[in-house]
């Protein structure tokens, strides 16, 4: 269901941007814990390792025991209302996108909607429209997860305006660059490798296609999102950089900071500090979250659109009048 499929068409735009937005919605508020130590991960210039002294981090689990004893549970969801405002948005406008692209591509060349390659493109410009409506919104769920106690930002409307005054409007696009070249193949990918998942498992295991439908669409998804996250895992430690950069002094308590360029001057100043292991800081908790995340988008999505089908379909509407 996922994409233009002329031959079973029961979801509109707007339907599949309220899907989009109710799977973001929930997925969120489920991997939210691992999104936060992904971008602490991401954010620290020492090695990952306990036989690293000055590294305040060493690991998932040592890291979970320290955030949890300095900053209480509820530090595993900072940032959380920025986020929810960063999934509803992103979900809503990259199916709405994506199903207008699939169709549009159905109508106007000879290409098939349900094709792979198809969905690696459509699914990487969806995306890429979709991010530059949510990046300010992202560039804030950073700041927000990245600041450790006391905080520098107590509320939303305090680090909007703060950010404007101090650092101006350009702000909320700092790591725009790294995140559009990461996330056309990011999403491109993820779409890619569900669609032919999708179909190989059909052709696996095609009588089962049926009875464990809402399974096989988690676990696809899951996969597809392993395997797109750790092909442009590098960039997004790069966007995360670079989006905290005029942020320094409440970094101080995490370790070393440091300030950046640009996006080249980022990459090369962790190539030459950090080496190459440095673009795969956090790899561990995000390949967990992309497994998760993905998993849970595409699932939720599909069952939301089945949801909005089965209410539209005869059957349903003859229940209702009788």
């Known amino acids: 269901m996922v994409g233009y499929d002329p031959e079973a068409k029961c979801v509109s735009t707007v339907e599949a941007a309220a899907a989009g937005s109710a799977s973001g919605l929930v997925t969120r508020v489920l991997i939210s814990p691992l999104d936060v130590l992904k971008i602490r991960f ?3 210039i020492e090695q990952l390792s306990s036989r690293n002294p000055t590294a305040k981090y060493h690991g998932i689990l040592q890291a979970v025991q320290r955030i949890l004893r300095e900053e209480g549970l509820g530090a595993f969801w900072k940032g959380h209302i920025p986020a929810q405002f960063l999934s509803v948005g992103y979900g809503a406008v990259q199916f709405m996108a994506f199903e207008s692209l699939t169709e549009l591509v159905h109508n106007v060349t000879s290409y098939s909607a349900r094709g792979s390659f198809v969905h690696l493109v459509c699914g990487g410009l969806a995306a890429c429209t979709a991010t530059v409506a949510v990046q300010p919104v992202d560039t804030l769920r950073t700041r927000f997860a990245a600041q450790g106690e006391p905080k520098i930002y107590p509320n939303l409307r305090h680090a909007v305006l703060t950010m404007y ?4 409007p350009r702000t909320f696009y700092r790591g725009l660059t790294p995140t559009l070249v990461a996330i056309f193949p990011y999403a491109g990918l993820q779409f890619f490798f569900y669609n032919i998942l999708q179909q190989f498992s059909e052709w696996v295991i095609p009588a089962e296609g049926k009875k464990g439908g809402n399974i096989k669409n ?9 395997i797109s996250k750790t092909l442009t ?3 997004d430690v790069v966007k995360k950089r670079l989006q905290v950069g005029g942020f320094e002094h409440a970094r101080a308590a995490f370790g070393q900071v440091r300030t950046y360029g640009g996006f080249l001057d980022c990459m090369r100043q962790i190539m030459r500090e950090e080496g190459s292991g440095g673009f795969f800081k956090g790899l561990s908790p995000s390949l967990l979250k992309a497994a998760l995340s993905t998993g849970l988008v595409f699932f939720w999505y599909e069952l939301f659109c089945s949801f909005l089908c089965a209410l539209k379909s005869p059957d349903s509407t003859g229940r209702k009048e009788g």
């Open 42 to 44: 991401q954010l620290q």
């Open 218 to 226: 988690l676990v696809c998804g899951s996969c597809a999102g392993i």
């Open 233 to 235: 895992y590098p960039l």
């Open 165 to 168: 005054q101090t650092e101006g």
